[in-house]
């Protein structure tokens, strides 16, 4: 019997959750549920009178000591004999710590099944209009965190995203520029992607900084460069 669902929530809006993530939470005692979760679907979960519980990671730097409190938490439903829904956003495989999580299970000998989840990775340039390739354009695609040196992919001309960047924005602009592409290169920023308050600021690596800084973008946001941004609809 499967003691934790692992479940990607998808980007926030509720109607990107999947059926099978909802009937796993059905048959959850407790939900734990991470920072980006949307509301709605906290309020849909209350709604089936879940116990939720918050386990957020506010700050990177302690995210491996979170991460360990975390697991022992889900241990320790378990021992109670709760079934537990542990809901991730986006896909729980995508930069989400998912696979130390399934590593504590399988350690303690705790039965879990994983639910993929629409990740933000395309759902969010889905949601702003932007296709991800186009065959004009752009046939691959490159999928970073802010932390990646992209200088490093001089050589690729395709599309990137990037997760986790809006503080290292002038950084990366730089290193593209600095690694051939144009300065011209179309980007977006998507602020608080698939849900009613989303955001989609546009500009080319040499002035999107400044426009960033200008908008004061607070809220989740995934960066999308290169020429397929001139394809957006809406
Ligand atoms: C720790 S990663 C987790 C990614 C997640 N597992 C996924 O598959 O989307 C969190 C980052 O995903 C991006 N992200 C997630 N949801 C987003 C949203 N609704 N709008 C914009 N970016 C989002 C942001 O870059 C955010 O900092």
Request: glycine residues 12%.
């Amino acid at each position: 019997m499967v003691k934790v669902y692992l479940i990607g929530a998808g980007p926030g809006d509720v109607g990107l959750l999947t059926l099978k993530a909802v009937k796993a939470i059905e048959k959850a005692d407790v939900v734990l549920y991470d920072r980006l979760i949307g509301d709605e679907v906290i309020s849909m979960i209350k709604d089936m009178g879940k116990e939720l519980v918050y386990v957020g990671k506010e700050n990177y730097e302690k995210g491996c000591e979170r991460q360990e409190e975390i697991n022992w938490m889900i241990k320790k439903y378990v021992d109670e004999g709760k079934i537990v829904a542990r809901l991730k956003g986006g896909d729980p495989f995508v930069f989400g710590r998912g696979g130390i999580e399934i590593e504590f299970l399988k350690k303690h000998g705790i039965s879990f099944e994983v639910i993929p989840g629409v990740s933000s990775i395309n759902g969010v340039p889905t949601s702003a209009g932007i296709p991800l390739t186009h065959p004009n354009v752009s046939s691959s695609i490159l999928v970073v965190t802010g932390k990646e040196d992209l200088k490093k992919f001089y050589n690729f001309n395709g599309t990137i995203v990037v997760l986790m960047g809006k503080d290292k924005l002038g950084e990366i602009c730089m290193d593209l520029i600095d690694a051939g592409r144009s300065p011209e290169t179309p980007i977006a920023v998507i602020e608080n992607g698939t849900l009613k308050n989303q955001r989609v600021i546009t500009g080319n690596l040499k002035n999107i900084t400044e426009i960033v800084k200008k908008e004061k973008v607070r809220g989740a946001t995934l960066i999308v460069i290169g020429d397929v941004v001139k394809f957006r609809y809406g």
